[in-house]
């Protein structure tokens, strides 16, 4: 397969051969989603804790003898049917959220993802992409591009509108594309498919496949 390549004026400049195995897979929700999952998962941070029956200050002794009293039997008044006692089975900060995902399993979901994108037209290729650093030569090339591709969500200021996906890095377009809230720059290898689904369009620049 093959998609048309422009500049950064968004003029077609020529042709580039896709591989099938990126850009040619059938959709697979069942795998995108356990990917997903898996990645928001390990990007969890453990904040929330709520304090046992153990860690609760005071209880020590039992607040009253076993018999004769006529209440309830009770061991200590921190037990977490007291008020002011320890929580039963509550957050806990040392809980670990991490889970395995094999490298080939996430390379499938990337392209999974890459290939739906590119059915509904949310995949283009610039042949290069070239700025002084300065935000507002990256607000002119958006300008230009939203244009000519019909995206005027490049534009907006909210939202995940565009990545950025560059062949290495690139300070000057970095730094100018820094401001610009609704746009991510990333190195193409970098790429994973949570980002990808999470912005709306992706522009690949000076794309090569290994």
Do not use: C
Not at 31 to 45: D, F, G, I, P, Y
């Amino acid at each position: 397969m093959n998609a048309p390549v422009y500049n950064q004026e968004g003029i077609e400049t020529g042709k580039i051969d896709l591989p099938e195995g990126i850009f040619g897979l059938r959709w697979n929700a069942d795998l995108v989603h356990q990917v997903v999952e898996a990645m928001r998962s390990n990007a969890r941070v453990a904040i929330a804790h709520a304090k046992g029956r153990g860690e609760v200050r005071g209880g020590g002794i039992k607040p009253w003898k076993q018999k004769g009293t006529g209440r309830a039997r009770h061991g200590s008044i921190r037990s977490p049917i007291w008020v002011g006692g320890g929580v039963a089975h509550g957050p806990n900060k040392e809980k670990n959220f991490d889970r395995k995902i094999n490298k080939k399993v996430r390379a499938k979901a990337l392209a999974t993802v890459l290939s739906q994108k590119m059915r509904d037209k949310e995949v283009f290729f610039l042949d290069a992409l070239s700025t002084d650093g300065k935000t507002k030569s990256a607000v002119a090339v958006l300008s230009q591009l939203a244009d000519k591709f019909g995206k005027k969500e490049f534009m907006h200021k909210k939202g995940s509108r565009l990545l950025i996906a560059l062949p290495g890095r690139d300070l000057k377009v970095e730094k100018s594309f820094n401001n610009i809230k609704v746009v991510k720059v990333l190195e193409q290898r970098n790429m994973n498919a949570l980002e990808t689904l999470t912005y709306k369009t992706i522009i690949f620049v000076n794309y090569k496949h290994a």
